[in-house]
């Protein structure tokens, strides 16, 4: 990455001197961004571009250089990279479009680039994206003119799109957000996104990330990565859902929305997911600024209606408005004429002119260890206010520095002072106090990363013996062979037996005791229960044999025919809340767990909550308690709670499978029952797919 | 109001020329916004401001007055007000603070100016805001000075906070949203919101109300109001819920959170409710623009990044991206060079530099019937196109005006590009396609509104046989009222029979037969089952004779001494789904029905849906069905439903209850059991409140 960002010389393949060249544009920028490097414009029919020579081939070039940036037609671009490949030019960016996001031939000539980046040994960004800028060096090689400029500053961008990235500067440079390094990563023939990261993470001169990504290459490197992370990761990635939506066909995989996987590991490895453009601009402008360690906030506010409007903010957001500290209550008081300030917080300062009074607040916040953030609604009512208003904004931004306390400045009415905090101050400011709110708390969140890693969990289960119960042909496992499985790896499940013949179901049903039920076990078969495929509460024999004749008709009736089916005679277990306990594998994240209300209201009922393995206990139980039916069985108002360490368990356990067998493609326990004052829990079905994607 | 608005001499009150004058800003106000009629400043030290007299007092002005707008220290207010009243000037604008939302002192001031303005027949606009405006005549009376200054269009604003509705129109004159007029409400003395809404509903140069709220004098006229309201009201209330929540201590109210009552009667009435300010600049982008009817919307981007960007904001706000006509995908393919335009919706036209296409494409789109609504990413990529974009956009939207189809436009990347849509086109334009779907989904909503007002439904129930059980004292009705009421307005509830002793529990169980519960019954119990005050599957004689016995004991170790208690037996109901069925009197909007997950979980469940009464029994249904327990009953997944027309029966019963009888301020009945496959339902516990608050 160092070569590509710090390429002293850079040759631009497909200039000519027409009009309506878009390779000239890669000149045209490289000169507006004050390039340091030597530009060698290259292009068949030769001539002048802004009074640079172009030379007509690369062979033709006077000097070796660093970077070649290549924005020809798609069909000439493997030859323009075998050429560089040849002259030992090891850095290429390919700007040009037309290749897998087209058709097959641009796929077929991906492929191609990939063998000749392999034999010389070269490095690639693209193709079809806007290529890479570091600020730093004027190294500015987007094709596409970028009118407002990005301004220079501390933040680093990947983006997939180009597109995004270029609309994403305009509105930086509007807010007054520097940039520090662009890369736009395109299709990611070779450059992907996790490399560009790691580089921006390791780069003084970038305080914080952001990816905008429309497919993730590896998820569990990317979470590595981020929980390493010592500087803010903010994530925009529209299109996960998308991507991974396609394998979404039973239970878990069809709620586990791929967006929610995403969020999951989003909060597992302490990236900011961000799901709209302005989230973005709102939380960098805090990028700069110390961590928001909690949610006591203290509001200043030069209008009552905006502190209204901001402590609506912070109930929405989980901002705490705590009362101000007694010595701070006592200053406003003496501060008061006619007891127009009242020492509550958020502090109305509408009727005071006296800036000192202003001052003399947020230094004592700043000084108040009890305090997290500040928020300053701030505006000059009229024009002999302006200038010691300034001075007043300065003294607070240097105190809050200095005592390292976030403070985030609303400008109220009068916009121009926008620009003089933008501008003169450095302090990106807030348009409305609400944005303030929603970006204190991104930080906060940012700050309060870090559920750390899972411990080792020791083995909860023999992997040998599941092994041996893991059918090798890829499918559905059978429910017996499934519940078998289950039970090998001890989560309880209700006893049961298999039967092929209704007197075989019926001995069963005698063993197992009265009453029972009867489920009709097929591969096909994905919702028994709409089947009409489960009887339950059955009483005695003949209500068995009957049950058992009626499911081999529906048997005849509704599996393709040829198909293996059985009978599966179960204890009818009574009460209990329904669970869903599962697992899938994610084809970003991996193994993902999911934990919720179970049974025929799954869908309905919308109360999951997933995680990306491994997972330890603490961490199950974690995320049982985050969704509704988990509060529920934790035992609210006096009742007795259920068995938490079994199903946090049991959640582990199947952290442990899908980590040991990656064959398992998906798990499925649902429902699961857990009895409010009862040990334990209990299985009631299983469905469980094996195979290689 | 007309008189106020449309004043054609005003006196300012309380003018000096010193510097630091607050009065002097309305005076220069007038003059900046070019205001026609006759300015004539008043305060006791005379002399001149911008060129104008200064006259002592009001009685030696040179002619009547229409209006008089007060700026003085509040303890010379009620004087000057009076001097107004004399002098036979009408109409009265106070800007002053320091009255009631100080201290009683102040409210006294306010008192005594409520008796002049009935001995004068005078109207009062204020105290404590910034007047009003009306952009048609310059008429701006607040003193703050507003810059960068409102200009004039078609959204009338009325706001309690000064501050919030100057801060808005800063943000609209930049976002190219005009005013026509404006009206501060202050403290509300006199004028309130409604009479203004009802002005500017009727106001022909008003095109769009935006209402910003601290609180609501009354909400059942507004909610009339909007009914009937041929233009979009957005309202901003975020204060709502703390001026309600005092009221909030039992179930139903503290779960009925006052916020989701107001966005019932915002949904009742077709208001648009705003949580957020930056919500009503993008809202309001297309106050002008014809109604979003339906869901179907087509996406037309420049960017293939932010069309993917578009695809997952119209998931979240619910549009349809329908696949393109027919037509229009023969034409996309006809146009296409080397096919790289898809006929896809979004259609990504990144790579086409003829905006002939563009401008084909959307008139197709204006014809077709099958399209809701058009939204356009665009944005130059280079000089050279900036002329014949401007003149593509011009086309489009000359194109949606004629065909009366909703097209909004977001600007990517040359920002400058805004300036012209707004300065020139006249059409306020997005910054990001995530604003301009949130704008449409808006705007779709106060399409779709008007739920029709609530049939009349024939009585449920004989009021007279309700009032005689009905109680004088205020409080809480005890458990046997509460259940014989409820059985008198047609409720099912359990068996049940009080008893004061345990053999009268004994008796009572034997008639009702085993199992039974007991219930401790006393008015200060709120929550039974933490106290222990139920007990439940009661199988004999010796265990209701013990559990009274229990009870007793819990009465007297638990209840203020002197308490009345009795013991409620009733019949064990075995199974059913646990649900609340409830209403309050909420203080704003009258009578509000709550349905949802009933039982300890209530809370945690947090799946209550709320309406203000009336209903009938259709509007009864959508608001069970409205819950996820409501699906549940509905009957999911082949199982069988709940009589859903007896629960909707049950809401329509307590909007007539509370309706007929105001004194009853909540009914809470907590829980009714509903039983899939099964006709009717059960109350089984009821708290109902009584007496005037």
């Known amino acids: 990455m160092e070569k590509f960002f710090n390429a002293q010389s850079v040759a631009v393949v497909g200039v000519s001197d027409k009009p309506f060249n878009l390779a000239q544009g890669i000149v045209a920028n490289l000169l507006k961004f004050g390039y340091q490097g030597k530009i060698l414009p290259v292009g068949p029919r030769g001539g002048n571009v802004f009074g640079l020579p172009i030379y007509p081939r690369l062979e033709d070039l006077p000097q070796a250089v660093d970077l070649a940036v290549i924005m020809t037609p798609a069909k000439v671009v493997p030859q323009a990279v075998e050429t560089c490949g040849r002259l030992g030019i090891k850095r290429v960016v390919v700007e040009s479009a037309g290749f897998s996001e087209l058709n097959e031939a641009g ?26 800028i570091n600020m730093a060096t004027g190294l500015a090689l987007p094709f596409a003119s970028l009118d407002p400029p990005p301004i220079k500053g501390r933040i680093a961008i990947i983006s997939q799109s180009g597109g995004v990235g270029s609309h994403l500067f305009a509105w930086m440079a509007k807010e007054g957000l520097g940039l520090s390094k662009f890369l736009s990563l395109g299709n990611r023939l070779d450059v992907a996104e996790n490399e560009v990261l790691s580089y921006f993470l390791a780069d003084p001169e970038s305080q914080a990330v952001y990816l905008y990504l ?22 925009h990635a529209p299109n996960v859902g998308e991507e991974t939506a396609l394998i979404a066909h039973s239970h878990t995989a069809s709620l586990a929305t791929d967006e929610r996987v995403f969020e999951a590991a989003c909060r597992q490895s302490g990236m900011l997911p961000i799901k709209r453009q302005t989230e973005f601009l709102n939380a960098a402008k805090l990028a700069g600024q110390p961590p928001v360690t909690g949610s006591r906030l203290v509001v200043l506010s030069r209008t009552g209606g905006e502190a209204v409007v901001t402590a609506y903010a912070c109930r929405q957001w989980g901002f705490k408005l705590p009362p101000l500290s007694p010595q701070l209550a006592e200053l406003l008081t003496q501060r008061s004429r006619a007891g127009i300030i009242r020492p509550t917080n958020p502090i109305d300062l509408g009727d005071i002119f006296d800036f000192a009074v202003y001052e003399e607040i947020v230094a004592a916040l700043c000084r108040d260890p009890e305090v997290d953030a500040i928020l300053l609604n701030y505006g000059p009512m009229a024009e002999f206010e302006m200038e010691r208003g300034r001075q007043m904004a300065r003294y607070c931004l240097e105190q809050a520095r200095a005592a390292a306390k976030p403070l985030a400045v609303t400008i109220l009415v009068t916009l121009e002072e926008e620009e003089f905090f933008r501008e003169t101050l450095g302090t990106p400011v807030f348009h409305f106090p609400e944005d303030a709110v929603e970006a204190l708390a991104a930080h906060r969140y940012l700050a309060q990363r870090g559920e750390t890693a899972a411990r080792a969990t020791p083995p909860l289960f023999d992997p040998e013996r599941a092994a041996h119960l893991l059918p090798e042909p890829p499918g559905f496992l059978s429910l017996p062979q499934a519940l078998s499985l289950i ?32 489920k009709l076990a097929a591969a096909s078969l994905v919702h028994k229960t709409e089947a009409g495929a489960v009887l339950l509460d059955l009483k005695d024999a003949a209500a068995v044999a009957a049950g058992f004749a009626r499911l081999a008709e529906i048997a005849g009736e509704s599996l393709p025919s040829g198909e293996d089916w059985q009978v599966v005679v179960m204890d009818q277990v009574k009460g209990g809340r329904e669970l869903l306990v599962g697992a899938r594998r994610d084809p970003v994240f991996g193994p993902v767990l999911a934990f919720g209300a179970g049974g025929v209201g799954t869908e309905v009922l919308e109360d999951i909550s997933l995680s990306i393995a491994p997972l330890d206990l603490p961490q199950a139980r974690a995320q049982i308690g985050a969704t509704r039916v988990g509060k ?5 108002r006096g009742q007795a709670p259920a068995d938490l360490d079994a199903l946090g368990r049991t959640l582990a356990v199947l952290s442990q499978l899908m980590l ?18 009862e040990p334990g829990l209990v299985a009631v079905d299983a469905r469980i797919r094996v195979g290689f994607p």
């Open 107 to 132: 796929r077929a000539m991906e492929e191609e680039i990939r063998v000749l980046l392999h034999r010389y040994g070269m490095r690639l960004v693209g193709p079809n994206g806007l290529g890479l």
């Open 214 to 235: 429309e497919g993730l290459r590896d998820g569990r490197e990317l979470m590595a990565l981020a929980k390493e992370a010592a500087k803010p990761i903010y994530i």
């Open 487 to 518: 039970e090998a790896v001890g989560i309880a499940v209700a006893p049961w037996r298999a039967a092929a013949a209704p007197e075989e179901a019926v001995a069963g049903a005698a063993i197992l005791g009265y009453p029972v039920c009867l």
């Open 632 to 636: 529920m069985l934790a035992g609210i």
């Open 660 to 677: 040991q067998f990656p064959q398992i493609q998906e798990v499925d326990l649902n429902p699961v029952l857990a009895f409010p004052g």
